[in-house]
């Protein structure tokens, strides 16, 4: 039995010990390098990090710190060149676009600092999207897109176009959207960066009702002011986390 | 699913980009509406053709005439040949394996007179195998019979026009009717011959115009022997179409026999049939090239808008994309767009067709109409079109890197 099983009880002396039980995001040891030409660039250096779940986090840093790239690796839009990524269970780190389209497509929820609504449907439309792309018939869709605008308090103007919205209410449908598939995990990149503060602030206030709720949310901003509502923030700085990498209670 | 909303997307698209898109089709639109043209002339040509060739006596119809020989010396033989005679009708009747009916045809300007009434009138002197082989018939009383040739009798059958035009109103049937300054016995009026490529103009009225005579009556009354009784032509008919060379040779070699001199013309229809289809061919090929390559032109054009469209649309495939659209998805969504947006110019090109057609049937009097099995062809490659040239762009949009198509602005 031992000697089938050899390489499973060989000791990973580098590998930080894994927890007992998993929390729903844990990277280790991830490393991303961009190879430009003749001179390689490290993005990520060697990031170790857990997530709990219904956790709402701030990732923040100067710009260059590979804030960007830590967000597109944990959004399963790019793979890390090195190291391991769980995402509920999953090892989500070395897979395929087509597999990556599904996670997204399943666990993630994603909110943009420039809405990125479809400017030619409906918003009804633009929430039922995720549900498009996963599958769901005509009639499932359209009651969880709907029941989505209800919890952004938009229902009301399922039938307009986002034209028709102030930036603050295109970011309710945008995060609406971000809710409709149920995600494990909503990321959101500088979800306030294109409104006033006020505006701003009330978004905030929407995640903050979400992460009441248990929903796990990962933000992604350089303004302090923003950061300091959420829970914990993940400092980073030139590919490592400084600052708030573990849980703290 | 996908595809479906892909659909409902495209037809928004049109509708949000109506001009464009117009102008993007423009190539695909003629394209389609130029395979509409081409076929449907062609189908309805050819339509027509073998209609008249049926109404006129079928394809089978041999054609002999008289040619002038120029002038070559010739030979005695060939001196006292005075052209196609009723002997020659008869040693084709009586030689001729290949050829089951044969009449010779004499034609003149005669005077009528019926009463009061008298007219120049085109007379025509038959044999009874005349009536099979241009599908004409009586309608009242009886045609020429062979009786009425071999007896030479002075019978006389009207052109439906003619009895109307001496008669009025009353039955020709058993009157006597004064051609030339004797008396011929009406024995027959012709049914209305009709056929229009038009529906304007009757081409077979001058048919409803003639009057019938025995060809031994006409070749006599003008003082000839029977023998060398001149004929202006002949129609013979042919017992096989498949052997139409054989039975054209055939009645060359005869004719060649009794006049030692090619002063005659032997045209087949079938021969005819054949040539045309050819030239048809070459007519549809044409337009099909011209129409293909307007298709492709088209292609390329709705394949540059795609490509322009989809620069636009970076940042829309780059959301899509990070809310979940696998690369096949994002394919199937460029791609359908492309057919849609084509086959959509395809049925403007199937209206442009149609204004195609009725303008070219101004011009030739005619009628082509569109066949749904055309429509389908046309539709079938503006889609096609769409298909290939549609490939590229979605090919490129489902490889399009997330992280870089939401940086774009």
């Given amino acids: 039995m031992s000697a089938i099983f050899k390489y499973e009880v060989e000791e990973k002396d580098n590998v930080a010990p894994m927890p007992a039980t998993r929390p729903l995001i844990h990277l280790s040891r991830i490393t991303k390098t961009y190879d430009s030409g003749e001179n390689e660039v490290q993005a990520l250096r060697g990031v170790d990090a857990g997530i709990e779940r219904g956790e709402f986090v701030s990732i923040i840093g100067p710009s260059g710190s590979g804030k960007s790239t830590l967000m597109h690796i944990l959004g399963c839009l790019d793979s890390p060149t090195a190291g391991e990524y769980w995402l509920d269970g999953d090892d989500v780190a070395m897979l395929s676009a087509r597999a990556l389209a599904k996670i997204r497509n399943q666990k993630i929820g994603f909110v943009f600092q420039t809405f990125n609504l479809l400017p030619r449907a409906t918003i009804w439309k633009n929430v039922e999207l995720p549900l498009l792309y996963a599958g769901l018939g005509r009639g499932e869709r359209r009651d969880r897109a709907f029941e989505a605008l209800k919890r952004v308090g938009l229902e009301k103007r399922a039938k307009h176009r986002p034209n028709e919205l102030s930036g603050g209410q295109r970011q309710r449908v945008a995060i609406a959207r971000a809710l409709v598939n149920e995600p494990s995990l909503i990321l959101a990149d500088e979800p306030t960066g294109n409104l006033d503060t006020k505006t701003g602030s009330d978004i905030i206030h929407i995640f903050e009702a979400l992460a009441a709720n248990n929903q796990t949310i990962v933000l992604v901003t350089h303004d302090p002011a923003i950061a300091a509502r959420t829970q914990r923030r993940i400092t980073i700085v030139d590919g490592v986390i400084v600052e708030g990498d573990t849980i703290e209670d | 699913m996908i595809l479906l909303e892909s659909i409902i997307d495209g037809i928004r698209d049109i509708k949000d980009h109506f001009g464009r898109t117009m102008l993007q089709l423009l190539g695909v639109i003629l394209g389609a509406g130029s395979i509409v043209a081409t076929f449907s002339l062609s189908t309805t040509g050819k339509e027509a053709a073998m209609k008249?060739?049926?109404?006129?006596?079928?394809?089978?119809?041999?054609?002999?005439?008289?040619?002038?020989?120029?002038?070559?010396?010739?030979?005695?033989?060939?001196?006292?040949?005075?052209?196609?005679?009723?002997?020659?009708?008869?040693?084709?009747?009586?030689?001729?394996?290949?050829?089951?009916?044969?009449?010779?045809v004499s034609t003149e300007s005669m005077t009528v007179r019926y009463r009061t009434l008298e007219k120049p009138r085109s007379v025509m002197g038959i044999a009874p195998a005349y009536s099979p082989m241009n599908d004409i018939r009586a309608a009242h009383g009886r045609f020429i019979t062979d009786n009425d040739v071999s007896s030479a009798a002075r019978v006389a059958v009207l052109g439906s026009e003619r009895a109307t035009e001496f008669f009025g109103s009353e039955d020709p049937l058993g009157k006597t009717i004064t051609i030339n300054g004797t008396g011929y016995e009406v024995v027959g009026v012709m049914e209305e011959k009709y056929f229009s490529f038009d529906h304007k103009r009757n081409v077979m009225r001058w048919m409803n115009k003639q009057m019938y005579i025995p060809i031994t009556t006409f070749v006599t009354r003008k003082g000839q022997s029977l023998e060398q009784g001149k004929i202006a032509f002949m129609h013979a008919r042919m017992k096989d179409i498949t052997k139409d060379k054989e039975a054209v040779d055939e009645i060359k070699r005869i004719l060649m026999r009794e006049h030692g001199v090619e002063d005659y013309q032997v045209f087949s229809r079938v021969a005819n049939l054949r040539r045309n289809e050819q030239q048809n061919k070459m007519y549809d090929m044409t337009f099909m090239i011209c129409g293909l390559i307007s298709l492709i032109v088209g292609g390329i054009v709705v394949m540059n808008i795609q490509l322009a469209s989809f620069n636009e649309r970076v940042r829309e495939v780059g959301t899509r994309k990070a809310i979940g659209a696998t690369p096949a998805q994002i394919f199937a969504q460029f791609l359908s767009e492309s057919v849609l947006v084509s086959l959509f110019g395809g049925l403007i090109g199937l209206v442009v067709g149609q204004l195609f057609c009725s303008g070219i049937g101004m011009l030739l009097r005619a009628a082509p109409a569109m066949t749904p099995d055309t429509a389908m062809k046309a539709l079938i490659f503006a889609a096609g079109t769409g298909l290939v040239f549609g490939m590229y762009p979605a090919i490129r949009a489902s490889r399009l890197n997330p992280i870089e198509a939401l940086r774009t602005e």
Avoid: E, H, M, W
């Avoid at chain 2, 079928?58 to 008289?66: C, L, M, P, R, S």
């Fill in chain 2, 52 to 104: 008249y060739y049926k109404v006129s006596g079928g394809i089978q119809k041999i054609f002999v005439g008289n040619k002038p020989t120029g002038k070559v010396v010739l030979s005695a033989k060939a001196l006292a040949s005075q052209g196609l005679t009723v002997r020659d009708a008869l040693a084709i009747q009586r030689d001729a394996k290949l050829i089951d009916l044969v009449s010779p």
